[in-house]
Nanobody, 128 residues
Framework: QVQLVESGGGLVQTGGSLRLSCAAS????????MGWFRQAPGKEREFVAA????????HYADSVKGRFTITRDNAKNTMYLQMNSLKPEDTAIYYC?????????????????????WGQGTQVTVSS
């Protein structure tokens, strides 16, 4: 198992930037495929960005493509989400997620139901 803790959320104006962090503990970071999701009140949890199972490629929701960047530092067991050019519609609780990186797992997972572990979430609020 892995434990995930997000941080870095806050209040930012439209056009601003935030960097979210997800610190992992437990099983080695490399044993999981990692991603970011977000959820606004009354809405379904939404895919934001993720690494492929191999960790070689990154994948983004169309709504954030070109603005958000997912990175990781395996030595620190930490994943990041750099969010630039933020918009009010980016307002949500952002969750770090992990799924077991077994060979039979989907190469890319955009469905929250494919993930096994979740952080507590960090609030991102973008004001108009």
């Amino acid at each position: 198992q892995v434990q995930l803790v997000e941080s870095g959320g806050g209040l930012v104006q439209t056009g601003g930037s935030l960097r979210l962090s997800c610190a992992a503990s437990g099983r080695t970071f490399s044993g999981y495929s990692m991603g970011w999701f977000r959820q606004a009140p009354g809405k379904e949890r939404e895919f934001v960005a993720a690494f492929s199972r191999s960790g070689v490629t990154t994948h983004y929701a169309d709504s954030v493509k070109g603005r958000f960047t997912i990175t990781r530092d395996n030595a620190k067991n930490t994943m990041y989400l750099q969010m630039n050019s933020l918009k009010p519609e980016d307002t949500a609780i952002y969750y770090c997620a992990a799924r077991n990186a077994v060979a039979t797992a989907p190469r890319v997972a955009r469905d929250y139901r494919d993930y096994d572990y979740w952080g507590q979430g960090t609030q991102v609020t973008v004001s108009s």
